[in-house]
């Protein structure tokens, strides 16, 4: 099947905190609680993550230094460990000066107690708690932000497991944005003045540069594409796509083997254009003139756009590199994303179809996604193969990206499930949706927080990890229940 890319691993940082009087008086105190912390450690050790340790820290110094080596490593996520009471002093060096966002552990070894052989030395064990309220207030009092604090116990604790989980996808999505490069060519579709966005607010919020593309340069990959890289990727889409006959949509019909060579022709050129200018996703929309080479080449970008998405290199059309990002983010924590806007009730059901024409991640389709040819692209200029199926049944996430009116960007979110059941054979993906507490009164609060049109669709539900990825680009979020 398409092999997903290989994205780099998340960094984490992670130190324990300690009172540094504890260790002469509790002998054997050090070594137990560093049993502890390695615990916690082995709990973030994962194929998709790279962990810096740097073990118990019991002075200011010490965490002064920590500060330099976290940075150094360019951390994406700091885990400061509670291990037992600690200082704030130990600590704050960390918080002020290391540039990646911080959250707390408070994990005890024993779910409680054994009151009848307590004594001081099994509480210094178990003292996590302890020290939080005074690291939070010291946060505070030096305008730096600890964004969670996860509570439990070290072993055998679900809820935690759970927390650990979501920030370390967190983690992978800002790793994720480092030095991405999401293009932009071609221009807006006319009139859709949700789709207009700046490329240095862009770079200023999630620190992902934009390069400017032109269709042309395109077109010079598509020119140098050999016969044999057309029929090798004639196979490819074969083999990953069905190919059935029409049903009632007269749009549609079985995909022929002109729209096939002129995919397949496209899609190695997008492969070549992609590796050639370094790119993690693009948003483009280019129209042309009728019979002309940009047309014929913008009008077959479909399905190489989708096998790209299902690599984890997110295409959007219509220009909007907002949801390109937010499908980006949704690929990085493990949901796929894939474009969509909402589409007709089905109100018998209590469900909406929500999918888009164009691209879309095959990799989470219901089944074996289908290609069929369009004989024109409904508001649109052109004509090709297109992709169609549904998202996996399960629970479902919407991201929307938007401008806000300052100009900053905004997260709107929204959870749901894919039904099983039947979606039209336009040539479109669309999914059976339904929300809480009953579809048309989710869509009608999604539609008055004010979303773009598109949003990115994911599998799972995990706006929980995205509301705190927005804290810590410090943007606006919204989630809709």
Not at 262 to 285: P, T
Not at 384 to 400: D, H, N, Q, Y
Request: proline share 5%; net charge negative; hydrophobic share 40%.
């Amino acid at each position: 099947m398409i092999e997903h890319k290989s994205r780099k691993p998340a960094v984490i940082g992670v130190f324990g905190v300690a009172h540094q009087p504890y260790w002469h008086q509790f002998p054997g105190l050090y070594e137990s609680l560093c049993s502890f912390h390695k615990i916690l450690v082995g709990m973030l050790t994962r194929e998709d993550t790279r962990v810096v340790d740097l073990g118990i820290l019991d002075t200011d110094k010490k965490g002064y230094e920590a500060s330099l080596r976290f940075n150094a490593e360019d951390c994406d996520l700091i885990v400061c460990n509670m291990t037992t009471y600690a200082t704030s002093s130990v600590f704050a060096p960390v918080l002020r000066d290391a540039k990646a966002p911080m959250i707390l552990t408070a994990l005890q070894p024993r779910d409680a107690l054994d009151y009848e052989k307590a004594n001081t030395f099994m509480q210094l064990e178990n003292d996590s708690i302890c020290s939080v309220p005074e690291f939070f207030g010291v946060a505070a009092r030096i305008k730096r932000k600890i964004y969670d604090a996860i509570i439990g116990t070290l072993e055998n604790d679900p809820a935690v497991e759970k927390e650990l989980d979501d920030w370390i996808s967190v983690a992978k999505a800002l790793r994720a944005m480092k030095g991405a490069r999401v293009g932009l060519m071609g221009h807006v579709l006319n009139a859709m003045y949700d789709m207009h966005a700046d490329p240095t607010a862009i770079f200023s919020t999630f620190g992902i540069h934009v390069p400017l593309l032109e269709v042309d340069e395109l077109i010079e990959s598509y020119e140098k594409v050999t016969d044999k890289e057309v029929e090798e990727r004639k196979a490819l889409i074969l083999r990953e796509f069905d190919t059935p006959e029409p049903k009632s949509d007269p749009l549609t019909s079985k995909l022929t083997d002109h729209d096939l060579t002129l995919a397949a022709r496209a899609s190695a050129a997008l492969e070549s254009f992609v590796k050639e200018k370094d790119l993690d996703g693009l948003a483009y929309f280019y129209a042309g003139t009728a019979n002309t080479l940009h047309r014929i080449v913008t009008s077959s970008l479909i399905v190489g756009n989708s096998i790209l998405i299902a690599e984890g290199i997110p295409m959007c059309g219509e220009f909007d590199i907002k949801t390109c990002i937010a499908m980006l983010l949704m690929d990085a924590i493990g949901a796929g994303g894939s474009f969509a806007e909402i589409h007709p009730f089905d109100f018998g059901a209590d469900q909406i179809l929500v999918g888009h024409d164009g691209p879309h991640h095959t990799a989470i389709a219901e089944g074996k996604p289908v290609l069929r040819s369009l004989k024109a692209y409904h508001g649109k200029e052109g004509s090709g193969a297109s992709v169609e199926f549904k998202l996996k049944e399960g629970p479902i996430t919407m991201l929307s990206i938007n401008h806000s009116a300052d100009g900053g960007f905004r997260f709107v979110l929204g959870e749901g499930t894919s039904n099983k059941g039947p979606i039209p054979p336009t040539g479109n993906t669309n999914t059976r949706a339904s929300f809480a507490p009953d579809t048309r009164t989710f869509i009608k609060k999604w539609c008055m927080a004010a979303p773009t049109h598109h949003f990115a669709l994911g599998v799972g539900h995990v706006a929980g990890v995205l509301e705190k990825l927005a804290d810590i680009l410090g943007v606006e979020c919204e989630v809709i229940k």
